[in-house]
């Protein structure tokens, strides 16, 4: 059974940074590429950023520069790290197994972590 377990968002203000984390069972994490989800009120989930198993990374324009994704498979785990944040950033972040189009593997989605982001 997969699970999907996200962490680490929480209130900041513009120009700070969060390390969002996600912890992944019930599938062979080492041969997935991963990706970083978001969604915010009233838009469609979107793609932040992904990683492939041999660690070479896909990012959205819009966090180009910002934001950096990391794995560590002995750890089943893959990371976020966000700095200067924007209030445009505000969302609910998932991860995922990703397709090597980066398109999320798994129809379960995790409870996801909310980051809001102040002006």
């Known amino acids: 059974q997969v699970q999907l377990v996200e962490s680490g968002g929480g209130l900041v203000q513009a120009g700070g940074s969060l390390r969002l984390s996600c912890a992944a069972s019930g599938f062979i994490f080492s041969i997935r590429p991963m990706g970083w989800y978001r969604q915010a009120p009233g838009k469609e989930r979107e793609l932040v950023a992904g990683i492939t198993t041999g660690g070479s990374t896909n990012y959205a324009d819009s966090v180009k520069g910002r934001f950096t994704i990391s794995r560590d498979n002995a750890k089943n785990s893959v990371y976020l790290q966000m700095n200067s944040l924007k209030p445009e950033d505000t969302a609910v972040y998932y991860c995922?197994?990703?397709?090597?189009?980066?398109?999320?593997?798994?129809?379960?989605w995790g409870r996801g972590t909310q980051v809001t982001v102040s002006s």
């Open positions: 995922n197994a990703v397709t090597t189009s980066w398109r999320p593997i798994y129809g379960y």
